[in-house]
């Protein structure tokens, strides 16, 4: 993928000059300027993915859907969502489905970053013309609300101890838990998304959502809070090797 400069797309994330301070690379991913790599080796970056690596994934798409109706709607579109709010479920496709609440759903697409799931889910909701109108919730436009960070590896749990109040270990934060907490004195959503190896290697990983304005003050705190266990930002291309 050749590089491009954030600056010419409309796309781009709130915080890209850090970004780029920092040495990222950029690329085109639906539409949009993500940073895929730091310079240095494949390897490098990907052993910083497994030990304490951050990253933004904020121009991926992401959105929802909220009201009456609206597990029941997505239900009925194909998506997988149990019964218990605070649980974010995988999709098929890579997507998670977060719980927020009894009547609202997170979406976050897979780190492909098509947007393939919320484009088809956005061209089928349509608003009655008339009453009374079907229990379908509606749109939630979350993706310029909210910025969306990944941070992964083995010291991801102690790096969030200096600066969250929720014990994120394993035994106690389980695959697809979600807290909806304070994270840095702001209000964040973390979700727990592990990345597994097809060697049966498994990365602990966790998606940070928070108010898209204070986005540079949290990623200046998480990256702060990394630098005690060597954390560094990592790239779309090594949070995708993970998985390889």
Not at 47 to 56: I, S, Y
Not at 82 to 102: C, F, H, I, M, T
Not at 136 to 147: E, F, I, N, V
Not at 169 to 175: D, L, N, Q, S, V
């Amino acid at each position: 993928m050749n590089a491009i400069a954030p600056a010419s797309h409309l796309r781009r994330s709130f915080i890209y000059r850090l970004l780029a301070a920092s040495g990222a690379e950029f690329g085109e991913v639906n539409g949009g300027a993500v940073a895929l790599h730091y310079g240095g080796s494949r390897e490098a970056e990907l052993a910083t993915a497994r030990r304490l690596g951050l990253a933004d994934l904020s121009v991926l798409p992401h959105g929802g859907f909220k009201g009456k109706g609206t597990v029941e709607w997505l239900t009925a579109q194909g998506l997988a969502i149990g019964p218990d709010s605070n649980v974010a479920y995988k999709q098929a496709g890579g997507e998670w489905a977060a719980r927020l609440a009894p009547t609202e759903i997170f979406l976050l697409d897979s780190l492909a970053g098509t947007g393939a799931l919320l484009q088809r889910l956005n061209a089928a909701w349509q608003w009655a013309a008339a009453a009374p109108r079907p229990a379908q919730g509606y749109p939630m436009p979350r993706q310029d609300s909210h910025a969306w960070f990944m941070a992964t590896g083995a010291f991801v749990p102690e790096m969030f101890a200096k600066i969250c109040g929720v014990d994120l270990r394993r035994e106690h934060f389980a695959e697809g838990a979600i807290a909806q907490t304070s994270v840095a004195k702001m209000s964040a959503i973390i979700i727990r998304a592990d990345r597994p190896a097809k060697d049966g290697r498994v990365t602990p990983a966790y998606h940070v959502l928070a108010d898209i304005a204070s986005a540079e003050y949290l990623w200046t705190c998480l990256m702060d809070a990394a630098a005690e266990f060597d954390g560094k930002p990592v790239g779309l291309r090594a949070l995708r090797d993970l998985e390889a």
